[in-house]
């Protein structure tokens, strides 16, 4: 992990409840965490000139849906993620899908769900119940697409919007 990155990540609140989508009040009470969680991530994001997501979920939090964004060779591409909490969560990760990229990197489940058995998920769980949303898109999604947004477009798998 990058300095800039783990700078990032230390000022992204831990949190403390550990709940699910099955555990009634609780699952409340950690869904609070999360959004100050995510907005203070959104904070430091902007604050530093880095915007590069928006995300919203459905009134009980177990589903959730966006846009993320990746600049690249000065053009930049724009992708809808979504995922849905496991009813394992925290203790499983959430699994982040870019539905329009599925099938176009070997980085990549069925559904367009990233890859990240090897570096995230160990890490998740060695922090259950402390990481969260932001967690996983400032350690998961956002170094997944540094590494896999230049490779599709310089190997033309991708191509910008104005390009096509």
């Given at each position: 992990?990058?300095?800039?990155?783990?700078?990032?990540?230390?000022?992204?609140?831990?949190?403390?409840?550990?709940?699910?989508?099955?555990?009634?009040?609780?699952?409340?009470?950690?869904?609070?965490?999360?959004?100050?969680?995510?907005?203070?991530?959104?904070?430091?994001?902007?604050?530093?000139?880095?915007?590069?997501?928006?995300?919203?979920?459905?009134?009980?939090?177990?589903?959730?849906?966006?846009?993320?964004?990746?600049?690249?060779?000065?053009?930049?591409?724009?992708?809808?993620?979504?995922?849905?909490?496991?009813?394992?969560?925290?203790?499983?990760?959430?699994?982040?899908?870019?539905?329009?990229?599925?099938?176009?990197?070997?980085?990549?489940?069925?559904?367009?769900?990233?890859?990240?058995?090897?570096?995230?998920?160990?890490?998740?769980?060695?922090?259950?119940?402390?990481?969260?949303?932001?967690?996983?898109?400032?350690?998961?999604?956002?170094?997944?697409?540094?590494?896999?947004?230049?490779?599709?477009?310089?190997n033309g798998i991708i191509k910008h919007k104005e390009d096509k």
């Amino acid at each position: 992990m990058d300095n800039q990155t783990k700078q990032t990540v230390q000022q992204i609140p831990l949190l403390t409840v550990k709940a699910g989508p099955r555990d009634g009040d609780k699952w409340i009470d950690r869904l609070k965490e999360e959004y100050q969680a995510l907005i203070k991530y959104v904070e430091i994001n902007k604050k530093a000139d880095n915007d590069w997501f928006n995300i919203e979920s459905n009134p009980l939090g177990t589903r959730w849906q966006g846009k993320c964004w990746y600049i690249y060779n000065f053009k930049k591409y724009e992708f809808d993620l979504e995922f849905d909490m496991p009813v394992t969560y925290p203790e499983t990760a959430p699994e982040i899908a870019i539905p329009e990229l599925d099938g176009k990197t070997e980085k990549m489940y069925r559904g367009g769900k990233i890859c990240l058995t090897v570096h995230f998920k160990p890490l998740w769980s060695r922090n259950v119940p402390h990481f969260g949303i932001a967690h996983a898109l400032a350690l998961g999604l956002a170094p997944w697409l540094a590494a896999e947004v230049p490779h599709l477009v310089d190997n033309g798998i991708i191509k910008h919007k104005e390009d096509k």
